[in-house]
């Protein structure tokens, strides 16, 4: 298993939804496969609880609705590894990226860094282009979750 999974999850044919799927297409090829696995899904499911345990650090990156400018990202620091992340929720049809965490700190007695990146959307229409703001917004978001990787990569080598 990678030392750093990539969690990119949304609705491609949702427009600005399909955001965190596109980032992943970007972020294919730049690391070496043992450091870096980078998934697309549709939504999050309990499942991935397991591999999430098997990596040192998980980066959630996802699309949301907000009060926030259409294209700000967003990083949250969810675990640094010392235990539970904030706010996990209950199990319902989707779960929330804190609930994948909690899961594998719980049942699997993971100890890993856990971030979610967002990125404010405009539209969540029909249709698999992204609003101008958000695709104006890529480069940005890209560089926020290569940061990411870097130190996630960075404190693994030295454990």
Known sequence: MA??????????????DGAARRAAEMLEGKFLPDEVEIVSLHQLGPELAESASQAQCVIFIDAAAGDGQ???VQVTRMSDGSG?????RPFCHALAPASIVGLAIRLYGAHLQAFSVTITGQNFDHGESLSPAVEAALPTLIEHIDELIQECLSKARKS
């Open 3 to 16: 030392r750093v999974l990539v969690v990119a999850y949304g609705n491609p044919l949702r427009c600005d």
């Open 70 to 72: 259409p294209g700000q």
């Open 84 to 88: 539970e992340p904030a706010d996990p």
